[in-house]
């Protein structure tokens, strides 16, 4: 189960990213779900998971956006 903290971080996350692409905080929001969930099976040290999650998903928001 999540802390409040850890709610915290996530939800922020979630916002810079969906500021940054201009996307919907929904789409974003199972964009990044996603990403965790596969970081988190092969993740020896969850702590740095917010940390990874976070640059993974700005990478592939990154690539959605047109040129």
């Known amino acids: ?3 409040a903290l850890e709610e ?3 939800q922020r996350a ?4 969906a500021g940054e692409a201009k996307l919907p905080f929904g789409q ?4 990044y779900e996603q990403e965790r969930s596969k970081l988190e099976l092969s993740a ?3 702590k740095f998971l917010p940390i990874f999650t976070f640059r993974n998903v700005q ?5 959605l956006q047109p040129v």
């Open 44 to 46: 020896r040290i969850k």
């Open 8 to 10: 915290s971080v996530k």
């Open 14 to 17: 979630i916002e810079v990213l």
């Open 1 to 3: 189960m999540a802390t």
């Open 59 to 63: 990478e592939q928001l990154l690539h």
């Open 28 to 31: 974003v929001a199972r964009l």
